[in-house]
Nanobody, 126 residues
């Protein structure tokens, strides 16, 4: 059974950092692109970052570029999202999602992903 489980969310002050983890089970992570998405109350789910299966090519939304870093460790079936210089507007529930894929271009839209985690809350507030 394919499963994705996020962890690492919490309350942090503006300018602080958090590292989110997405633990995968039930499939071979090597063959899956992984995306991070977020959804704030009253807003649509938006793409934050993704990483391809084949060569680790990454993508970042303009709003997080230079502050967030996505990485993967296939050996321990985990994808990370390192978040620095956090802002109040980063407050949202963060989700990871997976899709079996080939090539270097990871999917950027939620509808393209087959598997989702349950989400982890990130709150940036003083």
């Amino acid at each position: 059974q394919v499963q994705l489980v996020e962890s690492g969310g919490g309350l942090v002050q503006p300018g602080g950092s958090l590292r989110l983890s997405c633990a995968a089970s039930g499939f071979t992570l090597n063959y899956y692109g992984i995306g991070w998405f977020r959804q704030a109350p009253g807003k649509e789910r938006e793409g934050v970052s993704c990483i391809s299966a084949s060569d680790g090519t990454t993508y970042y939304a303009d709003s997080v570029k230079g502050r967030f870093t996505i990485s993967r460790n296939n050996a321990n079936y985990t994808v990370y999202l390192e978040m620095n210089s956090l802002k109040p507007e980063d407050t949202a529930v963060y989700y990871c999602a997976g899709l079996a894929m080939y090539g270097s271009s990871c999917p950027k839209r939620p509808i393209e992903y087959d598997y989702w985690g349950q989400g982890t809350q990130v709150t940036v507030s003083s």
